[in-house]
């Protein structure tokens, strides 16, 4: 007997409600009559938007209430975007399915100007460590501005902020039709992406056999491989937003590449590698990587980065 209901837990973002209705389209395309109801649930990620995500701790920020909801029975799948999906997961929830990549890069949007010809001591409007730390590496006059907020919120500061330019997932932008905005889209070469970016992950409860099968069609094997591999780089490295890591893997015929990147927030050390195998043994060849940029020196940089946020931490009143 097929499902005849179906909650979907969604944060409450142009970008997020975007990607629950595309899932929502998709299931009701598959399964005629079902009902898809969408649950906005508010994230602490959502209610904190005057402070940098390095500094209230990125894990789990735009999750944790929507994994509750689910414990909770109030929900039965969730669609998260997989860059914001911690590399673990409450007792009995999991990711089931991990759709088809949009475009994993980085977008400039400026004022009709390239990166590469951006003035000198430019200020750039981002949310990522990972970004700053990589185009600090290639430009280190580069003025870093973190900005939080939704997409548009993001590109109204080029203006409001009186920056020379901001930096976005192109992913994002292509959902929301924003990329007659994009001035260029950057190299993965240049900005490595972060972990998962351009992919949605389906997470829901592992016991529930019917509704697994309900959604399971939204898995798509090889960006699957891809983003299993960069997330366990991530795990293995044990980072988060507050650490500039990146990685990207590509599968082409069964083979996956991945690469990865471990840096200090300004730029200044950081350790890049690569690895290639079958794409089958994603997880192994991410902790197989990860473990060559710590040998390398990942892990003296990533000791100092943790060590400054302890001492940070301390210095924060309660």
Same mark, same amino acid.
């Given at each position: 007997?097929?499902?005849?209901?179906?909650?979907?837990?969604?944060?409450?973002?142009?970008?997020?409600?975007?990607?629950?209705?595309?899932?929502?389209?998709?299931?009701?395309?598959?399964?005629?009559?079902?009902?898809?109801? *969408?649950?906005?649930?508010?994230? /602490?990620?959502?209610?904190?938007?005057?402070?940098?995500?390095?500094?209230?701790?990125?894990?789990?920020?735009?999750?944790?209430?929507?994994?509750?909801?689910?414990?909770?029975?109030?929900?039965?799948?969730?669609?998260?975007?997989?860059?914001?999906?911690?590399?673990?997961?409450?007792?009995?929830?999991?990711?089931?399915?991990?759709?088809?990549?949009?475009?994993?890069?980085?977008?400039?949007?400026?004022?009709?100007?390239?990166?590469?010809?951006?003035?000198?001591?430019?200020?750039?409007?981002?949310?990522?460590?990972?970004?700053?730390?990589?185009?600090?590496?290639?430009?280190?006059?580069? %003025?870093?501005?973190?900005?939080?907020?939704?997409?548009?919120?993001?590109?109204?500061?080029?203006?409001?902020?009186?920056?020379?330019?901001?930096?976005?997932?192109?992913?994002?932008?292509?959902?929301?039709?924003?990329?007659?905005?994009?001035?260029?889209?950057?190299?993965?070469?240049?900005?490595?992406?972060?972990?998962?970016?351009?992919?949605?992950?389906?997470?829901?409860?592992?016991?529930?056999?019917? $509704?697994?099968?309900? /959604?399971?069609?939204?898995?798509?094997?090889?960006?699957?491989?891809?983003?299993?591999?960069?997330?366990?780089?991530?795990?293995?490295?044990?980072?988060?937003?507050?650490?500039?890591?990146?990685?990207?893997?590509?599968?082409?015929?069964? %083979?996956?590449?991945?690469?990865?990147?471990?840096?200090?927030?300004?730029?200044?050390?950081?350790?890049?590698?690569?690895?290639?195998?079958?794409?089958?043994?994603?997880?192994?060849?991410?902790?197989?990587?990860?473990?060559?940029? *710590?040998?390398?020196?990942?892990? %003296?940089? *990533?000791?100092?980065?943790?060590?400054?946020? $302890?001492?940070?931490?301390?210095?924060?009143?309660?």
């Amino acid at each position: 007997m097929s499902l005849t209901q179906l909650r979907i837990g969604t944060r409450a973002s142009q970008l997020a409600l975007w990607q629950a209705n595309w899932v929502k389209s998709e299931l009701e395309k598959r399964n005629p009559g079902m009902e898809v109801t *969408l649950v906005k649930i508010k994230t /602490i990620g959502d209610k904190i938007l005057d402070v940098p995500l390095a500094q209230v701790g990125g894990k789990g920020l735009f999750v944790k209430e929507i994994e509750e909801a689910m414990l909770r029975g109030d929900i039965d799948i969730a669609v998260h975007s997989m860059k914001d999906v911690p590399t673990e997961f409450p007792e009995g929830l999991g990711l089931h399915c991990i759709t088809e990549r949009e475009d994993p890069r980085d977008a400039v949007i400026s004022r009709g100007v390239k990166f590469a010809d951006l003035p000198p001591a430019a200020r750039i409007g981002t949310s990522a460590l990972r970004r700053q730390a990589q185009l600090l590496k290639v430009r280190p006059d580069l %003025e870093m501005v973190i900005i939080r907020g939704n997409v548009e919120t993001r590109i109204n500061k080029l203006e409001t902020e009186k920056l020379d330019a901001v930096i976005l997932a192109a992913a994002g932008l292509k959902r929301l039709g924003y990329t007659d905005r994009v001035t260029e889209y950057l190299d993965t070469d240049l900005s490595i992406p972060a972990i998962g970016q351009g992919a949605l992950g389906i997470e829901c409860r592992l016991d529930n056999e019917e $509704v697994k099968k309900t /959604i399971e069609f939204f898995n798509h094997p090889a960006t699957s491989h891809a983003v299993r591999a960069e997330r366990a780089l991530l795990w293995r490295c044990e980072g988060g937003c507050q650490v500039p890591i990146a990685a990207h893997g590509v599968v082409t015929e069964n %083979e996956l590449t991945l690469t990865g990147f471990v840096a200090s927030v300004d730029g200044k050390k950081s350790v890049k590698g690569s690895i290639t195998g079958p794409a089958e043994q994603c997880e192994k060849l991410g902790i197989a990587l990860a473990e060559q940029l *710590l040998k390398d020196g990942a892990h %003296e940089i *990533l000791s100092e980065v943790y060590q400054r946020e $302890v001492t940070r931490e301390k210095e924060i009143p309660v």
